[in-house]
């Protein structure tokens, strides 16, 4: 199984920027999502997940109503869509997938992880 990450860089505050992580994994429409993000000393937090149909979404406290998840089965692919950014967004980004149709918000829950994408946002 792997997953990579991308779409990651510098960005103004209040900018965009959308990230995106292809699976290559087998019946991924069968496996939940989640992006995590993780800030220079700080522990790993959950950003948003989406269940494995799409139907069915969570964010952090954070990010919600600036943050958008979303997936593409067909193409195994699960994106976030990131507005209004904030310096302190700035962190590393990690899509994340788990065996099971629905989303958590917990690190342990997931059984695979990407190589992480590194946002920055500028003042």
């Known amino acids: 199984v792997q997953l990579q990450a991308f779409g990651g860089g510098l960005v103004q505050a209040g900018g965009p920027l959308r990230l995106s992580c292809t699976a290559c994994?087998?019946?991924?429409?069968?496996?939940?999502t989640a992006w995590f993000r993780q800030a220079p000393g700080k522990d790993r937090e959950f950003v948003a997940g989406?269940?494995?149909?799409?139907?069915?979404?969570a964010y952090g406290d954070s990010v919600k109503g600036r943050f958008t998840i979303s997936r593409d089965n067909a193409k195994n692919t699960v994106s976030l869509q990131m507005n209004s950014l904030k310096p302190e967004d700035t962190a590393v980004y990690y899509c994340?997938?788990?065996?099971?149709?629905?989303?958590?918000?917990?690190?342990?829950?997931?059984?695979?992880w990407g190589q992480g994408t590194e946002v920055t946002v500028s003042s």
């Open positions: 994340a997938v788990r065996d099971g149709l629905k989303y958590y918000s917990h690190t342990y829950d997931y059984h695979y």
């Open positions: 989406i269940n494995y149909r799409g139907g069915s979404t």
């Open positions: 994994l087998p019946n991924f429409n069968m496996w939940s």
